[in-house]
């Protein structure tokens, strides 16, 4: 089993910048993959970033390209996402998951841009 606990959410104004934290407990050892994912009010969760836990690999959803950089802390067990110059389109609540046998998830954390 692995938890993951999402923070760094919050208001912010068009053109600012927010960090989410996410830490991730349990069976780390197991975890392939760790990401971003992001879901915004009558629509369905969407992928935002991903990073291979081994590696160091990164995948950006194109809308997030330049903005948005995921990063990951292995001795805090912790994964980043930096975002910078946010759109009102960018609000949404952002979840962090991570990838071994199956997929896990956290409890989500509010992201919110106001123009």
């Known amino acids: 089993q692995v938890q993951l606990v999402e923070s760094g959410g919050g208001l912010v104004q068009a053109g600012g910048s927010l960090r989410l934290s996410c830490v991730a407990s349990?069976?780390?050892?197991?975890?392939?993959?760790m990401g971003w994912y992001r879901q915004a009010p009558g629509t369905q969760r969407e992928f935002v970033a991903t990073?291979?836990?081994?590696?160091?690999?990164?995948n950006y959803r194109e809308s997030v390209k330049g903005r948005f950089t995921i990063s990951r802390d292995s001795a805090k067990n912790t994964v980043y996402l930096q975002m910078n110059s946010l759109k009102p389109e960018d609000t949404a609540v952002y979840y962090c998951?991570?990838?071994?046998?199956?997929?896990?998830w956290g409890q989500g954390t509010q992201v919110t841009v106001s123009s």
């Open positions: 998951a991570a990838g071994s046998s199956r997929w896990y």
């Open positions: 349990g069976s780390i050892s197991s975890i392939n993959v």
């Open positions: 990073i291979v836990t081994s590696s160091g690999i990164t």
